[in-house]
């Protein structure tokens, strides 16, 4: 982040046409202004907050979380299971691909070159190894899904209950291992489920290719009052009309 004497706190606060000693100060307090203030910002002065909090920092924003939210439901291409593994495979956790998949091209190896492919030689070789393929890889998602769960918060009260009741799902799926019965598109759907959540509670990091192309999935919605409700849009431009007046 920026040094905050870099942030525009006097033209924010004439854009509102709010005192220069206005309390919560945007600069010094920027959570709390963002709560009382973001529907009215315009992007050129929303986006300069992006230099001066995190996104996990602004999820306590209602309105900044709602827009993650409503972003997610609009069934976004960065989010879905093609572009994410791709660009988050440490969540997907298999290299993009399944556990299943990486025991089948170990059996393979051992069928077709291992030894020439002299399957007289090999017996169940091949078996054993796509077995012991399966095996470290579930080690190995059960070992990043448990970090994951570890470093997962709740924000608000009324989202607790339910928040710790996945949590706990979580735990308990953790303590036993992804079922072995567990299809790709299980998977695939799980996958997809994590990566949302993450990006709603502000702890999806940062992809190689967003820090390539200098792209920020959170400035372009956590800044964007397409994704406020109608009614919410509606009391934004009453209030400007209010002071107009």
Same mark, same amino acid.
């Given at each position: 982040?920026?040094?905050?004497?870099?942030?525009?706190?006097?033209?924010?606060?004439?854009?509102?046409?709010?005192?220069?000693?206005?309390?919560?100060?945007?600069?010094?307090?920027?959570?709390?202004?963002?709560?009382?203030?973001?529907?009215?910002?315009?992007?050129?002065?929303?986006?300069?907050?992006? &230099?001066?909090?995190?996104?996990?920092?602004?999820?306590?924003?209602?309105? =900044?979380?709602?827009?993650?939210?409503?972003?997610?439901?609009?069934?976004?291409?960065?989010?879905?299971?093609?572009?994410?593994?791709?660009?988050?495979?440490?969540?997907?956790?298999?290299?993009?691909?399944?556990?299943?998949?990486?025991?089948?091209?170990?059996?393979?190896?051992?069928?077709?070159?291992?030894?020439?492919?002299?399957?007289?030689?090999?017996?169940?070789?091949?078996?054993?190894?796509?077995?012991?393929?399966?095996?470290?890889?579930?080690?190995?998602?059960?070992?990043?899904?448990?970090?994951?769960?570890?470093?997962?918060?709740?924000?608000?009260?009324?989202?607790?209950?339910?928040?710790?009741?996945?949590?706990?799902?979580?735990?308990?799926?953790?303590?036993?291992?992804?079922?072995?019965?567990?299809?790709?598109?299980?998977? =695939?759907?799980?996958?997809?489920?994590?990566?949302?959540?993450?990006? =709603?509670?502000?702890?999806?990091?940062?992809?190689?290719?967003?820090?390539?192309?200098?792209?920020?999935?959170?400035?372009?919605?956590?800044?964007?009052?397409?994704?406020?409700?109608?009614?919410?849009?509606? &009391?934004?431009?009453?209030?400007?009309?209010?002071?107009?007046?």
């Amino acid at each position: 982040m920026t040094d905050r004497l870099d942030f525009p706190a006097d033209r924010t606060l004439s854009y509102l046409g709010l005192p220069s000693d206005y309390v919560p100060h945007p600069a010094q307090d920027p959570i709390r202004f963002l709560t009382n203030n973001v529907r009215m910002l315009p992007p050129d002065l929303a986006l300069p907050f992006s &230099s001066i909090t995190t996104p996990k920092e602004r999820t306590s924003v209602a309105v =900044i979380r709602n827009r993650r939210t409503k972003f997610t439901l609009s069934s976004p291409r960065e989010l879905a299971f093609d572009t994410a593994k791709n660009k988050w495979p440490m969540l997907w956790g298999r290299g993009g691909r399944s556990e299943q998949e990486q025991g089948r091209e170990e059996k393979e190896w051992a069928e077709k070159e291992f030894m020439g492919g002299q399957k007289q030689e090999l017996g169940k070789l091949g078996g054993l190894l796509a077995g012991y393929e399966e095996e470290r890889e579930s080690e190995r998602v059960r070992a990043i899904r448990r970090e994951h769960a570890a470093s997962m918060q709740v924000v608000e009260e009324e989202e607790e209950e339910e928040e710790e009741g996945e949590e706990d799902s979580d735990e308990d799926s953790v303590a036993s291992g992804p079922p072995e019965e567990e299809t790709e598109e299980e998977a =695939i759907e799980t996958f997809e489920r994590r990566v949302t959540e993450l990006f =709603i509670y502000g702890m999806l990091e940062h992809s190689d290719d967003d820090l390539a192309n200098k792209t920020d999935l959170y400035d372009r919605v956590d800044w964007d009052d397409e994704y406020d409700a109608e009614d919410e849009r509606e &009391s934004e431009e009453r209030w400007f009309d209010d002071n107009d007046e």
